[in-house]
């Protein structure tokens, strides 16, 4: 069965780096676009980036741009979202699920908690 | 950017009654519109996608309508654990990809 598996979340500092990984399995990961998708607490949810099946293709939303990174290794089976100079305002629920932007995303990982905060 | 519009906020429903929920796109989608459910502490669930075609495992009681700007999901009779907070989102001219604010179903 499809399993996704985030790690690296914590508690940071405001302009520190974190690094999100996200571990996939039960699929062949590296045929499958990938995004992450986050919700801060209380909020809804916003979609922070995608990459295609091979890494080729890459995007970030407004409000991550310049600071986010997404990025993958298929020899790995693993989904990263570099996070560099974060905000108090990504303080969210980091999500990884499966698919491309061209479509619906069926499969969610249970999602990894980033504080920022002094 | 494509805006998402959902309405209402809050829904206050009786359990086992009918529950119609909206979403409305600022411009047209085609059919490219999905469904999610979350419950408290819990992932995004898909239920719905291409507008209206149900996701695996899911009850035939929840469906979705529309297309183009106007999009409906309705649960024809609502069960206790359908009480949630439902969200659409667009992936039909992207990026960025879109959802809206959020509907909670919640008990009258």
């Known amino acids: 069965q499809v399993q996704l598996v985030e790690s690296g979340g914590g508690v940071v500092q405001p302009g520190r780096s974190l690094r999100l990984s996200c571990a996939a399995s039960?699929?062949?990961?590296?045929?499958?676009?990938m995004q992450w998708v986050r919700q801060a607490p209380g909020k809804g949810l916003e979609w922070v980036a995608v990459?295609?099946?091979?890494?080729?293709?890459?995007y970030h939303a407004d409000s991550v741009k310049g600071r986010f990174t997404i990025s993958r290794d298929n020899s790995k089976n693993t989904l990263y979202l570099q996070m560099n100079s974060l905000r108090v305002e990504d303080t969210a629920v980091y999500y990884c699920?499966?698919?491309?932007?061209?479509?619906?995303?069926?499969?969610w990982g249970q999602g990894t908690l980033v504080t920022v905060s002094s | 950017e494509i805006v998402m519009t959902q309405s209402p906020a809050t829904l206050s429903v009786s359990p086992g009654e009918r529950a119609t929920l909206s979403c409305r796109a600022s411009?047209?989608?085609?059919?490219?519109l999905a469904w999610y459910q979350q419950k408290p502490g819990q992932a995004p669930r898909l239920l719905i996608y291409?507008?209206?075609t149900r996701a695996t495992g899911i009850p035939a009681r929840f469906s979705g309508s529309g297309s183009g700007t106007e999009f409906t999901l309705t649960i024809s009779s609502l069960q206790s654990e359908d009480f949630a907070v439902y969200y659409c989102?667009?992936?039909?001219?992207?990026?960025?990809?879109?959802f809206g604010g959020g509907t909670k179903v919640e008990i009258k």
């Open positions: 699920a499966k698919g491309g932007g061209e479509m619906a995303l069926e499969y």
């Open positions: 039960g699929f062949s990961f590296s045929n499958n676009g």
């Open positions: 990459i295609s099946y091979d890494g080729s293709n890459k």
């Open positions: 411009r047209s989608l085609s059919s490219d």
């Open positions: 291409g507008a209206s």
């Open positions: 989102q667009q992936y039909n001219d992207w990026p960025p990809l879109t």
